[in-house]
Each structure stands twice: as C-alpha cells, then as structure tokens.
C-alpha cells in the first residue's frame, strides 16, 4: 500500500514545495495540514505513516502538537520528524524528549528530508515485523505448552481404554478425570484464541510464517 | 567572482542543486513565493505597526523559513534580526530593520524573476 506523509506547516509555499519534493524524490503520497488542530483532526480519520511538521506555527507549538500526537500513537506506530530553522537548538531537544523521532533543519534538503523519511518509514516496519515475530513466539509457546497439557491425560485415557478392568468403577474415573483436564484445557485455549484472531497467510514476502493480527 | 554574481542576493547554485532533476518544481517554487512575498510583508509591517512583539517575533520567523530555501543570506539574516527583536517583547528598532529587510527583499524579488526566466526557457 502507498504510504502516505502528513506536512504540517502554517506556511502554504513551503508545505505545498517540500510536498511536491517528496513525491518527487520518493514516491510517496503527500497530505497536508495548515496547522495542528487540522494535523489531529487528520490522523483521526486517515491512515498516516509519518508526520513532517514545522516547530513554530502561529497560535500553536508543534511540540505541543507533538505530545498529543504521542498520546495516541507510539514512535513505532507513527514516527514524526520535526522541521525546524538551525538557531531553534532548544526547540529542537524538547521536540526529541517529547517524542519526535528525528529533525531536519531548514533550508530544507529535499534529498536529505526523502533520505530521512524512507529511513524511518523502514525503522517503523521493522518494529512492527519484529513485535509479530515476538507474539508468534508467545503463540508457539502456547501451543507447545497446551499440547504437553492435553497429551498426558489423553495417553492416561486410551490406556485405560485397553485395560480389562474398563468397567470397574475407578478405572471410569481415572478415564473421567482425564477426559475433564481436556475440557478444561481446551475451555482456556478458546478463551486465548477469541481475544486473538490468528490468521495463516503468508508473513512478509520473504519469509513463510504464520501472520498474528 | 564576477561582480554580477557576487552581487546576487542569495546563492543561485545552493538553490538550484537542492532541486536538481526538478527544474520546473524550482520554477514553481519562485513563482509561487514571489506571489506570497507582499502578503508575508504587510503581515510583518502590520505586527510592528501594532506593536505586536509575538506577532512579528511568528511573522518574521515564518518570513525567515521561507527565505532561506533560496539561501538568501542577507534576508535572512535580517529577518532573523527581526525575530530576535520580536522575541525580546519589543517592536523598538524594528521599523529600521523592516525598511533594509524591504530593500533586500526587493533585490531578491529581482534576482529570482531573472531566474525564473531563465528556468522557463530551459524547460521549454
């Protein structure tokens, strides 16, 4: 899927430029936003893969934007790069322990702004692969676990099956109790299993796994 | 140096590089600022006639930003000079600075026509 940038910027020449830059030099789809309360009102409603923004913008500091982006959305989930002038260091340092991934200063450089974002775009789907891979993890731990749990009262089960002494009254209990630990354990795997939807497809385009939702 | 060049108001060849390969988005990027110039000036203008020290310290700053994509370096620097008047609370001074800032820009504004130009031709 396209990704798509948010600009956000009071100024309209440099957001509609950088823009134009962008998907000149990387492709990608460009949105754009005057200023903060349009930037929230955006990420409410449109999938956004990064956000551009201006520090300084009339009525409004993109750092404050900034942390109530990051109320909402995490660095992985939506990585934010702040554009600044050179002389605004301490704007700049409040922005990164706010939250923002990364900076670049103007004049803007379109190489270095597309160079930026292409790198952080990665770094973000590449947290995202590797949260998966950990929760497949979980999920084959789980399943190795139920597995141990459910075989050792079936195999008590079938051998009591072959027994001669079937009828006998505690070898109907012993068959009983195995039969519930089962009941029980398959009652905990639906419980895991409905607040996880799994789906088996492809995982990525390289590697053949299990894709966890 | 020729002296044509040394007297450029910005820095023609840092402008151009940045848009190597999209000469007709560097033509658009003239045009475009030289239309919002007047409206980025009488903002400034009417901040310091209101004395309005946030207002020019946000106008001057938005003025600077926009200046340097074309690394004009004496604008900037006194659009930087505006700013720092602005962020002191004040709008002492800044009357004199609005006026060299007026004249530069002027300057400017001449520069990137000629530009301008030349980018048109090339890209017919």
Redesign the interface.
């Known amino acids: 899927m396209e990704k798509k940038i948010l600009l956000v910027d ?5 957001r ?2 950088l823009g ?2 962008i998907q ?1 030099k990387c492709g990608l789809k460009t949105i754009e936003a005057e200023n903060g309360s349009r930037c929230l009102e955006i990420l409410q409603t449109e999938p956004i893969d990064l956000v551009l923004m ?1 520090i ?1 913008m ?1 009525g409004t500091f993109g750092s404050d934007i900034l942390q109530k982006i990051r109320e909402k959305f995490s660095a992985i989930e939506l990585p934010v790069i702040m554009v600044t ?1 050179k ?1 605004d260091a301490s704007d700049v340092v409040g922005c990164l322990k706010s939250g923002a991934n990364d900076y670049i200063t ?6 270095v702004a597309a160079s930026r974002i292409i790198t952080h775009l990665r770094v973000a789907e590449l947290a995202r692969e590797s949260a998966k891979l950990k929760e497949m993890s979980a999920i084959t731990a789980m399943v190795t676990t139920y597995n141990h749990e459910i075989n050792n009262p079936l195999s008590i089960a079938i051998a009591c099956m072959g027994r001669p002494d079937l009828n006998e009254n505690s070898t109907k209990e012993k068959i009983k109790d195995a039969l519930w630990r089962i009941a029980d354990i398959t009652k905990r795997i639906r419980a895991i299993t409905e607040k996880m939807e799994v789906e088996y497809e492809g995982y990525g385009s390289l590697s053949k796994m299990v894709k966890v939702k | 140096m020729s002296l044509e060049l040394s007297e450029l108001s910005f820095d023609r060849a840092a402008f151009l590089l940045n848009f190597q390969g999209m000469e007709d988005l560097a033509e658009e990027a003239i045009s475009s600022f030289l239309g919002t110039l007047p409206k980025s000036m009488s903002l400034l203008q009417a901040a310091i006639e209101a004395g309005n020290a946030s207002e020019l310290e946000l106008r001057a700053h938005s003025l600077r930003g926009s200046l340097s994509n074309y690394h004009a370096k004496q604008c900037c620097l006194i659009a930087w000079r505006l700013e720092q008047i602005g962020s002191s609370g004040s709008t002492s001074d800044a009357k004199m600075f609005f006026t060299t800032l007026s004249q530069e820009i002027d300057r400017l504004a001449n520069d990137l026509r000629q530009l301008s130009e030349n980018l048109k031709n090339q890209v017919m």
């Open positions: 009071d100024n309209e020449f440099d509609s430029i134009k830059a000149g201006d300084v009339p002038s002389t103007k004049p803007v450089n379109f190489d």
